[in-house]
Antibody, heavy 121, light 110 residues
Framework: QVQLVQSGAEVKKPGASVKVSCKASGYTFTRHGMHWVRQAPGQRLEWMGWINAGNGNIKYSQKFQGRVTITRDTSASTAYMELSSLRSEDTAVYYC??????????????WGRGTLVTVSS | EIVLTQSPGTLSLSPGERATLSCRASQSISSSYLAWHQQKPGQAPRLLIYGASSRATGIPDRFSGSGSGTDFTLTISRLEPEDFAVYYCQQHGSSPLMYTFGQGTKLEIK
């Protein structure tokens, strides 16, 4: 079954970091890119960045540049998104979403179910 | 940055009716770069349409997409109970790399 399984909900304090995982199954992990998208309460979906799971090339949204790190572990077919210096506005559901190609294309063809990250003191 | 505006915000219809959802871009975009996604509560979003009019794998043919330039439409020809969900349009930009989404249209049962 082709799917993306994300890690569980997290509660973090302001200033901390969070690392969310996204495990792929049912397809060849390295043949596709992986994007990260978040949705804060009442807000639009917001793209954060992308990684080519094959060669490790990365691009980040300018908004998150310097605070977000996307990595992957090909042996585990897993992508990761780490967000640092958390603030309350980072409270959101974080999604991984597969690119249909290795290099980035124009849309996402498979999504994870999301990971709720709550930032609260 | 290109802004996508969806209308209406909420659409109330009955099963069997036709649904027409709109997505307007703040500037002209290539049709290749416009996609539609469906999201149900507690579920992963699902790709419906890419390239403005191509149905994704496994998507029923009651879903169709159209449009060009700044105006795009998702049409559901005859609503099934499972179609009631939130729908998002999404576009891609390359310089710098960016993906943006509309604010969503909630399709609810009347």
């Amino acid at each position: 079954q082709v799917q993306l399984v994300q890690s569980g909900a997290e509660v973090k304090k302001p200033g901390a970091s969070v690392k969310v995982s996204c495990k792929a199954s049912g397809y060849t992990f390295t043949r596709h890119g992986m994007h990260w998208v978040r949705q804060a309460p009442g807000q639009r979906l917001e793209w954060m960045g992308w990684i080519n799971a094959g060669n490790g090339n990365i691009k980040y949204s300018q908004k998150f540049q310097g605070r977000v790190t996307i990595t992957r572990d090909t042996s585990a077919s897993t992508a990761y998104m780490e967000l640092s210096s958390l603030r309350s506005e980072d409270t959101a559901v974080y999604y991984c979403a597969r690119d249909p190609y290795g290099d980035y294309s124009w849309y996402f063809d498979l999504w994870g179910r999301g990971t709720l990250v709550t930032v609260s003191s | 940055e290109i802004v996508l505006t969806q209308s209406p915000g909420t659409l109330s219809l009955s099963p069997g009716e036709r649904a027409t959802l709109s997505c307007r871009a703040s500037q002209s975009i290539s049709s290749s770069y416009l996609a539609w996604h469906q999201q149900k509560p507690g579920q992963a979003p699902r790709l419906l349409i890419y390239g403005a009019s191509s149905r994704a794998t496994g998507i029923p043919d009651r879903f169709s997409g159209s449009g060009s330039g700044t105006d795009f439409t998702l049409t559901i020809s005859r609503l099934e109970p499972e179609d009631f969900a939130v729908y998002y349009c999404q576009q891609h930009g390359s310089s710098p790399l960016m993906y943006t989404f509309g604010q969503g249209t909630k399709l609810e049962i009347k």
